[in-house]
């Protein structure tokens, strides 16, 4: 985590501004249509796209030698698939639990474990071919479940990720007891994109370490 405090401090500027431009955009197409599927589009699209230009910088400020923009302007949409995938399975976890099937409900947060690092993939690695989709989901299970300290943090970050879909969840039940106006986009919105970058620059050199990349913050040098 602390390594992630550090890239993220040597682009904080950077972070700040994709970050107001992303909730910028979701506002705009909540608030021009004022309704929830407009809100659910935004969503779905725009974090995925925050998510491929985190990794992206992270990516070139480890050294990894490619132009950060460039490279997020080639691969988000394949984020933004692989995000929907994920999000599905999300979903579906919890719709098994709720519904008292545990043992599914597990199976499919295992393989919400697994595409862990499957973006990432997808970001950072140069393999354009038909199968780049299909292959990042067999690296990401790979790299997810080889070593107990990998398993732990891979799990670690899975949690991170699912905490704000949960606490929005909470707070929107209490904006709306609450009667307080446009509640569904002001307990989703704000607190989902502003840890987008958090969970992404994390994300992204968990799995750099667990490949053998070395991490060295090269930015500014």
Request: charged share 10%.
């Amino acid at each position: 985590m602390w390594r992630a405090c550090v890239f993220i401090y040597a682009r904080f500027p950077l972070y700040l501004l994709l970050t107001g431009a992303a909730l910028a955009l979701e506002a705009a197409t909540y608030f021009i249509w004022r309704n929830d599927a407009a809100l659910q589009i935004a969503l779905s699209l725009v974090p995925p796209i925050l998510t491929a230009a985190a990794y992206a910088i992270t990516g070139q400020d480890a050294g990894l030698g490619f132009e950060a923009f460039s490279r997020t302007a080639r691969r988000f949409w394949l984020v933004i698939a692989m995000d929907f995938l994920t999000t599905t399975i999300v979903a579906l976890s919890f719709v098994s639990i709720g519904a008292g099937d545990v043992l599914t409900g597990v199976l499919f947060l295992a393989a919400t474990v697994s595409l862990a690092y499957a973006d990432v993939y997808l970001v950072l690695h140069d393999e354009p071919d038909g199968l780049f989709f299909i292959r990042s989901v067999g690296r990401s299970t790979v790299v997810a479940w080889h070593g107990l300290e990998i398993i732990g943090r891979t799990i670690s970050l899975v949690a991170l990720q699912l905490l704000p879909v949960l606490l929005s969840a909470q707070l929107q039940i209490r904006l709306v007891a609450q009667h307080v106006p446009f509640a569904s986009f002001w307990s989703a919105a704000p607190l989902g994109t502003i840890m987008v970058p958090v969970v992404s620059v994390l994300t992204a050199l968990v799995y750099l370490d667990a490949t053998g990349h070395e991490t060295k913050l090269t930015c500014g040098e």
